[in-house]
């Protein structure tokens, strides 16, 4: 059982909206805080956003701030990303992870962050 599925991505013309959602299975959601991190090709992975266990506390990547926004439903295991007014330079393959340190995700080294999604491409048009 994959413990991270995400899913929700898709084409989109630039100014339009997406909604991503990542699934978990298999774990207590409540212990892990959640994120998002996304890889454009020949680029570097780079954090998004990442909410807290109770949802109390986010963190958004300065490039997004504003246009996306991050939320969870513990009752439904389930984390979204919402993301508006879509550029071009959004592009990539968007990533769900978890961890039970919530720091770790926006500021820890990301290879170690305890979970992680297989991955869902968002492409924006122009």
């Known amino acids: 059982q994959v413990p991270l599925v995400e899913s929700g991505g898709g084409l989109v013309q630039a100014g339009g909206s997406l909604r991503l959602s990542c699934r978990v299975s298999g774990r207590t959601f409540s212990d892990y805080a959640m994120g998002w991190f996304r890889q454009a090709p020949g680029k570097e992975r780079e954090f998004v956003a990442a909410i807290s266990q109770n949802g109390d506390n986010t963190y958004y990547a300065d490039s997004v701030k504003g246009r996306f926004a991050i939320s969870r439903d513990n009752a439904k295991n389930m984390q979204y990303l919402e993301m508006n007014s879509l550029k071009p330079e959004d592009s990539a393959v968007y990533y769900c992870?978890?961890?039970?340190?919530?720091?770790?995700?926006?500021?820890?080294?990301?290879?170690?962050?305890?979970?992680w999604g297989q991955g869902t491409l968002v492409t924006v048009s122009s």
């Open positions: 992870a978890a961890d039970r340190t919530f720091l770790s995700i926006p500021a820890g080294d990301d290879r170690y962050l305890e979970l």
